[in-house]
């Protein structure tokens, strides 16, 4: 059903594994579900939503963000190669990370989503976003030292300093 609706097998199965541990969290519950089969696939339905509604909110943003961006002065052919470079490293730095923290990672920054907000959608606590999302920023930070040590200002530029 998943694989079906998203058409990503990495997709359908991340989302599974969310299913089954959400229903491990509320397992004291399932007692009382009389149709067990029907509930899961409410269950796994309801996280397909969320995962279209993610997508559809990041594809906005996008879009807004492309509209202001093209607002502003037009770039030289340089600066748009420096920015493509730019971006390619901090996809490389995000991309070591963790499946978990990557996601709750551009759940942040990319989507502007806040602790409450990541906490609520992947069923964690709000302590465990901010610890990941200090972990994540300091791994990042530590491969951009380490893989980059000429682009201080990439560091400067990502972390907003």
């Known amino acids: 059903m998943l694989f079906q609706s998203t058409k990503s097998p990495d997709i359908a199965e991340e989302l599974i594994?969310?299913?089954?541990?959400?229903?491990?969290?509320?397992?004291?519950?399932?007692?009382?579900?009389?149709?067990?089969?029907?509930?899961?696939?409410k269950v796994a339905y309801h996280k397909a939503m969320d995962y279209f509604k993610t997508v559809s909110?990041?594809?906005?943003?996008?879009?807004?963000?492309?509209?202001?961006?093209?607002?502003?002065?037009?770039k030289t052919a340089e600066e748009l190669l420096i920015e493509a470079e730019n971006r390619r490293i901090l996809l490389d730095a995000v991309n070591?990370?963790?499946?978990?923290?990557?996601?709750?990672?551009k759940l942040r920054r990319e989507e502007g989503m806040s602790y409450d907000e990541i906490a609520r959608a992947l069923h964690l606590s709000r302590n465990t976003v901010k610890n990941s999302l200090k972990i994540a920023t300091r791994s990042i930070s530590i491969y951009l030292q380490k893989?980059?040590?000429?682009?201080?200002?990439?560091?400067?530029?990502?972390?907003?300093?």
Request: proline share 6%; with cysteine; aromatic share 14%.
């Open 96 to 105: 070591q990370l963790p499946a978990r923290r990557k996601e709750i990672f």
């Open 17 to 41: 594994m969310d299913v089954f541990m959400k229903l491990w969290l509320g397992r004291e519950l399932l007692v009382n579900i009389r149709e067990p089969e029907a509930f899961f696939h």
């Open 147 to 161: 893989h980059y040590p000429g682009k201080s200002a990439l560091s400067c530029y990502f972390f907003g300093i």
């Open 57 to 74: 909110r990041r594809e906005r943003l996008q879009q807004i963000y492309i509209g202001r961006m093209e607002k502003v002065s037009p």
